[in-house]
């Protein structure tokens, strides 16, 4: 069964990274190819978990960019977020690599303690959020603005919605007491990752069709096949037309495919890879992070023994997210919709947390908080609106938008 899913999810990524583009041949010339330069990658999943497998995909396309060669990388998988993180780190270093890279947010802390020791080596931990406050030159946080790509996602879910409720193909249950059409959202954890996700879902949507109430359930599991398809279940019931995720299977748009063919009027949208697979009616698209231009980035200054950056977070104007192709069933005009939408990130018309387009509590957000300085996961300091909008990923690269919004109801 697990071979069955990892030869699914390689033919998934295939598209999925058709969407982020190649590199170039021009990066191949940025770093000098050192025989000796050495990394390993520690990884919290495997092949068979989308996430993990966006992460591998990216790896491999930076080394084959940069002259990197297959026995200069060595790769652990499934590594859980504990003391087996550092342990797994440490060795890495004893045996020589000069880059050592972990992808899960629960590895922050072993890999800090594992770059206090070996001073020579650069460690990265993926979607983390302590580097800066470290001052260890030698340790390195990075994600992408994938925020960025979940307001697009969001934009193809808007349109499909407005389509929808013009052709009048929706029931008297997709719509609450006030009239907004039902959204779910099946979440991971509730941690600012996650919220800050389905919130630029939510403004994405609204951007199009403003009438809409959106419910997240989470399933306290990056990774559930079964779990994330019963929640989609859930949330279809309830008379969720749009079904998002944050979360790494292809459980909830298996589900949706499912409900669909039985007759349910609900679509979905996806997150890492293409779900056109698995949900080829019920699939919108997936929003998805292009991780070959940061491992190009890191890695290529990594081999020619430059600093790599403490803090990196792009998106768009990089080409570093993306969504996959759009499925048969999006709403007319949807390409040219998104196409717009992109084009104005990139010149800085639209972004993402603009205080104008979201309340809390029925009233306009002036101030909010992006650090967390004390651990407790509540942003305390660096204010992060101004200009009119919340600096998501500024001060960070990890994604920090902890603000409940008016319009998101959480389930548990």
């Known amino acids: 069964m697990k071979k069955l899913i990892a030869l699914l999810l390689a033919v998934l990524m295939v598209v999925s990274l058709a969407a982020c583009g190649a590199t170039t041949d021009a990066t191949k010339d940025q770093a000098d190819t050192n025989s000796d330069f050495k990394m390993g990658v520690i990884l919290i999943g495997d092949e068979n978990e989308g996430y993990t497998y966006a992460h591998i995909q990216g790896i491999k396309d930076a080394a084959k960019a940069l002259g990197l060669a297959d026995d200069q990388i060595i790769w652990k998988y499934t590594i859980p977020e504990d003391e087996t993180c550092y342990d797994t780190a440490a060795d890495l270093a ?26 020579d080596v650069t460690f990265i931990a993926m979607t983390g959020d302590t580097a800066k406050a470290s001052g260890l030159p030698n340790f390195c946080n990075a994600f992408t603005a994938v925020y960025e790509s979940r307001f697009v996602s969001g934009v193809v879910a808007g349109m499909k919605i407005k389509e929808l ?17 039902k959204v779910g959202y099946v979440g991971a954890y509730p941690y600012a990752e996650v919220k800050s996700g389905y919130t630029a879902f939510f403004l994405g949507i609204k951007s199009v069709y403003d009438k809409v109430a959106m419910s997240v359930q989470f399933t306290n599991s990056w990774f559930d096949l079964t779990k994330e398809g019963e929640t989609a279940n859930q949330l279809i019931s309830q008379g969720c ?30 997150y890492n890879i293409d779900m056109l697979e698995v949900a080829p009616q019920g699939a919108l698209t997936s929003a998805t992070n292009c991780w070959s231009v940061y491992y190009t980035e890191a890695i290529g200054l990594a081999m020619k023994g430059e600093a790599v950056p403490t803090n990196w977070a792009k998106g768009y104007a990089d080409d570093a997210v993306a969504i996959t192709p759009l499925g048969e069933s999006v709403a007319p005009g949807t390409q040219e919709k998104v196409d717009e939408t992109i084009a104005a990130i990139k010149a800085g018309e639209i972004h993402v947390f603009d205080t104008d387009t979201f309340t809390v509590k ?41 603000l409940d919004i008016d319009g998101i109801t959480l389930l548990n």
């Open 94 to 119: 004893d045996q020589g690599c000069n880059l050592v890279v972990s992808n899960s947010y629960g590895h922050q802390s072993h890999m800090q303690q594992a770059a206090t020791e070996f001073p």
């Open 362 to 402: 029925g009233e306009k957000v002036e101030a909010a908080f992006a650090t967390d300085t004390d651990g407790d996961f509540i942003p305390d300091a660096d204010e992060a609106v101004f200009d009119g909008y919340f600096h998501e990923s500024y001060f960070q690269s990890a994604p920090c938008f902890a």
């Open 241 to 270: 037309v749009i079904i998002g995720q944050h979360a790494d299977s292809t459980g909830a748009p298996s589900a949706v495919q499912a409900a669909l063919e039985a007759g349910d009027t609900c679509y979905s949208i996806g």
């Open 165 to 181: 409720v013009e052709n009048d193909k929706l029931e008297k249950d997709n719509f609450d007491a006030d009239g907004n059409v």
